[in-house]
């Protein structure tokens, strides 16, 4: 059995204040027919289709087109489930009128699981679809407790395994973050406050595990893979090769993944040198149009530089000056405290306020505030 596995679409993303909707749409479009091409048996589609819980309207009009030309007119079923980015119930909203279509949408968690069975010549493929909950969701759906996020993806992988058919093969969709993978700088923490990360080892006994969330196409143990997101969305992406996953389960369970790239509109590129180089090279630049990321080893003044090399990249993004990141220790201190997350930083404030560390009582109230936060921020950003 054959699945097309994507996911990290983040439809309606914002880089550098541009809206990446018709890049994101260009990808689209080559999908669509890689769908009609290779003919799939289900697409997979593992969260985080849109990039905030509110999307905007546009971005909601083109996943309705894609979608109709994969189900209503190509005639493939498509599994998809909501990521940390996606609003549960906005995503889900019409799912069960929508399964009789082809198009199965796991947005809400639930202690049953939903479940997608296909069968070819070899017998039943059954598809869980477990859209991204966090841990007091989960406890809420079981009625158990379950201290974080492997805890609450393990009480969810149990009842599947309890239930499943031993001579039936499994998939799982699922958006998590396994441990020893390498993320990129735009995924949104998980967990605020604790490890978001759970063990490869809860997979244990699934034929495949089609995941989202880590943004590099990447494999644990030949079955656990991540597909990556559909385009660079941050500098820490830019050697990324980015491509969507045609996967193979073969009759006794063994997976095969070709990776298969897709042509982005614009590329995202770092160029480094002296200003007036970069202008020269940018004149005689064949892509001068992908979105650029620039370094500019000028050790003196510049004069609206931005607006000079935009002459060259129309689309260039921001410009970083090399003798500013060469400023010694202050330069590395800042790097540090960058990579802070809020938690932290405001622990060494009250220690600094206070003379006085956070005890173990006052960190779990502030997790406890930032995590009503950043619930909020995905629920209205």
């Not at 973050?177 to 244990?204: C, K, M, N, Q, T």
């Amino acid at each position: 059995m054959r699945f097309l596995h994507t996911a990290d679409w983040h439809l309606g993303r914002v880089f550098h204040a541009r809206s990446l909707l018709e890049d994101q749409a260009w990808m689209l479009d080559q999908f669509v027919a890689l769908v009609r091409e290779r003919r799939p048996d289900a697409v997979l589609i593992a969260g985080d289709v849109y990039d905030r819980a509110v999307p905007p309207p546009e971005a909601v009009a083109l996943l309705d087109d894609v979608l109709a030309r994969i189900v209503a007119d190509a005639g493939i079923p498509v599994v998809m489930i909501a990521g940390n980015h996606d609003s549960a119930q906005r995503l889900g909203f019409g799912a069960r009128l929508l399964t009789a279509q082809g198009l199965h949408v796991a947005g809400i968690t639930e202690r049953d699981a939903t479940c997608v069975t296909l069968s070819d010549a070899h017998g039943e493929v059954r598809i869980y679809a477990l859209p991204y909950a966090e841990p007091a969701t989960v406890r809420d759906a079981f009625d158990m407790e379950v201290p974080g996020h492997e805890a609450a993806l393990a009480a969810r992988l149990d009842a599947i395994r309890a239930s499943h058919p031993a001579q039936a093969r499994s998939v799982v969709v699922a958006h998590a973050f396994v441990i020893g993978g390498e993320a990129s700088e735009s995924e949104r923490p998980l967990s605020v406050g604790g490890s978001g990360a759970v063990a490869a080892s809860v997979f244990d006994g699934f034929d495949l595990v089609a995941l989202g969330h880590l943004h590099r196409p990447q494999t644990f143990g030949q079955r656990i893979h991540y597909a990556g997101s559909l385009l660079k969305y941050s500098l820490s992406e830019v050697t990324h090769a980015k491509s969507v996953s045609l996967i193979e389960l073969a009759a006794d369970g063994a997976v095969s993944i070709e990776p298969i790239a897709l042509t982005p509109r614009r590329d995202l590129r770092i160029v480094e040198g002296q200003l007036a180089d970069l202008l020269a090279q940018g004149a005689a630049d064949p892509r001068r149009d992908d979105y650029i990321h620039a370094v500019l080893t000028d050790n003196g003044a510049l004069l609206d530089p931005m607006a000079r090399l935009r002459q060259a990249y129309p689309n260039a993004l921001a410009i970083e000056r090399a003798v500013l990141a060469r400023s010694g220790e202050a330069g590395a201190a800042g790097q540090r405290l960058r990579q802070l997350d809020t938690g932290e930083l405001f622990a060494n404030f009250f220690k600094e306020v206070a003379d006085e560390a956070l005890d173990d009582d006052k960190r779990r109230v502030l997790d406890q505030v930032l995590e009503g936060i950043a619930r909020a921020d995905r629920e209205s950003a």
